[in-house]
């Protein structure tokens, strides 16, 4: 058998490298089409970084499962992108948006609606201060500016006879009066002024002077241990003066007062209670009172 001639074969390899460098990237191309390639053959590790393009991809190749979490950042949305026919349709989950990612400059104009919103979403966290106002409110919720209830079941359950009539103040004081000092202010309920005097000896008394002309007074006391009195001052003038007396001789024995004066002032009646009481301590009168009034 005949050798075969070494010359020859170099000569054949250089013909076939000369092809391939002249056309072979041509003729390799064609070699292998689309169908000749096996479903699955194609890993990510054989597809360049890079490489494949937003136009490579098919309308709507991308679903929510082949998105990763946190895949969706804001830097990927346009402004005004995210219209109501977007939000709750699930084409992006929950679970692809970074937390942040959708900011307001994302959400197009009344994109988030009522129904887009879970059950209490919505706290009073989520609402800032001062931005609620009457028109947000359902009518009949709240009464208004100095408005008026018309019915009971808006003053809590209670009849309008339950509350205090007018203003209703309730008022509370307590002063120390040295030995020898008179007429020192203790409270004014709008029909008159109570005031404390200390005499000699620290024996405390108590005065209601008038503001208003004939009102209702009426008072009653208990003086330590056990004297009770009643007594009453009707048609008072304007500035005329009841005194409650200590009697109790020279010492300064503790008293329990009431004042209870009624009005009416050719509409309606006004009256103020006062519960007050004096001691002898120290050497000093101390004098409390709390009082209800209806001015």
Not at 24 to 30: L, M
Not at 247 to 258: R, Y
């Amino acid at each position: 058998m005949r050798k075969p001639n070494m010359s020859s074969a170099a000569f054949a390899l250089s013909a076939v490298a000369l092809f391939v460098a002249l056309g072979g990237t041509t003729w390799a191309s064609g070699l292998i089409a689309g169908g000749q390639i096996k479903n699955g053959t194609i890993t990510s590790k054989k597809i360049h970084k890079g490489a494949v393009t937003s136009v490579d991809l098919a309308k709507g190749a991308v679903q929510t499962a082949n998105l990763a979490g946190d895949a969706v950042q804001s830097a990927d949305l346009a402004d005004g992108s995210v219209t109501t026919s977007k939000i709750g349709n699930q084409a992006v989950g929950t679970t692809q948006l970074a937390a942040g990612s959708v900011t307001s400059s994302q959400l197009a104009a009344a994109s988030v609606t009522a129904t887009k919103l879970a059950p209490n979403a919505v706290s009073s966290a989520n609402v800032i201060d001062g931005s609620l106002t009457a028109s947000d409110v359902a009518s009949n919720t709240f009464l208004p500016a100095n408005g008026t209830a018309t019915n009971s079941t808006e003053l809590g359950g209670r009849l309008p006879s339950a509350f205090v009539q007018g203003k209703g103040n309730i008022l509370l004081n307590r002063i120390t009066v040295a030995a020898g000092v008179s007429g020192q202010f203790l409270l004014d309920v709008g029909l008159g002024e109570i005031d404390g005097t200390c005499l000699a000896g620290a024996k405390p008394e108590l005065s209601f002077t008038a503001e208003v002309n004939d009102p209702t007074f009426v008072e009653w006391g208990t003086l330590y241990p056990n004297t009770a009195d009643v007594n009453t001052a009707n048609a008072l003038a304007i500035g005329s003066t009841y005194t409650e007396p200590n009697s109790g001789g020279g010492s300064g024995l503790p008293q329990a007062v009431t004042f209870q004066i009624t009005y009416n002032d050719g509409s309606t009646n006004q009256m103020a209670t006062v519960w007050m009481t004096a001691q002898d301590e120290g050497g000093t009168c101390v004098f409390t009172a709390q009082a209800v009034t209806s001015l």
